[in-house]
């Protein structure tokens, strides 16, 4: 399995801003961030190919966050902008296929924790 190391978590104010990182060990298919609140489920925020194509976002996060990679540091990052108390989660990074399904995704992080306060 691939091994997935985040960071870049935080505290940070509503309508700011955070650089999330995943370094992985080797580059597989897709990568992609998820989040989980307390009590809910793991959610899908954003994918992308190591190629760089294949982007996707859930609804709520377009035109806020941006997910890139770099491919010669093995690193994903996922941009968030304007940030949001209901954007508060642990974020995890993820490798697996080409899929917006928490199930297709077989390696993954221990998360990193965002928290947005209004």
């Known amino acids: 399995q691939v091994q997935l190391v985040e960071s870049g978590g935080g505290l940070v104010q509503a309508g700011g801003s955070l650089r999330l990182a995943c370094v992985a060990s080797a580059r597989t298919n897709y990568m992609g961030w998820f989040r989980q609140a307390p009590g809910k489920e793991r959610d899908f925020v954003a994918a992308?190919?190591?190629?760089?194509?294949?982007?996707q976002y859930r609804d709520s996060v377009k035109g806020r966050f941006t997910i890139s990679r770099d491919n010669a540091k093995n690193t994903v990052y996922l941009q968030m902008n304007s940030l949001k108390p209901e954007d508060t989660a642990v974020y995890y990074c993820a490798a697996g296929s080409y899929s917006r399904l928490a199930a297709d995704f077989v390696s993954w992080g221990r998360g990193t924790q965002v928290t947005v306060s209004s």
């Open positions: 992308i190919r190591w190629s760089g194509g294949s982007i």
